[in-house]
Nanobody, 119 residues
Framework: QMQLAESGGGLVQPGGSLKLSCVAS????????LGWYRQGQGKQRDLVAY???????KYVDSVKGRFTISRDNAKNTVFLQMDSLKPEDTAVYYC?????????????WGQGIQVTVSS
């Protein structure tokens, strides 16, 4: 299984933007479906978006039109561009491989990265 490391989080005001990166170590990165998850304080960890090896992309309704997931297979990296951020986007964000048929996480969790949206 791949090891994943997230970066790019921080504190941003409502309406602002952040871009998260997740670098993977391991083989066959281009064959995996990669996803971003988030976990707010006291809440469960939920899928935010994923991008399949084919390029197929899915977002949860709450981030549609605001977040953009992309990948660079040459750099073993998946990105999450987050625009028009809201306080309810505050969470620890994680990347992971995704089992496409069940849309469930299929790999090891990294440490995650904190995103805080606050004025």
């Amino acid at each position: 299984q791949m090891q994943l490391a997230e970066s790019g989080g921080g504190l941003v005001q409502p309406g602002g933007s952040l871009k998260l990166s997740c670098v993977a170590s391991g083989s066959f990165f281009s064959l995996y479906t990669l996803g971003w998850y988030r976990q707010g304080q006291g809440k469960q960890r939920d899928l935010v978006a994923y991008i399949a090896s084919s390029g197929y992309i899915k977002y949860v309704d709450s981030v549609k039109g605001r977040f953009t997931i992309s990948r660079d297979n040459a750099k073993n990296t998946v990105f999450l561009q987050m625009d028009s951020l809201k306080p309810e986007d505050t969470a620890v964000y994680y990347c992971n491989t995704v089992h496409l048929q069940s849309e469930t996480p299929s790999g090891n969790w990294g440490q995650g990265i904190q995103v805080t949206v606050s004025s």
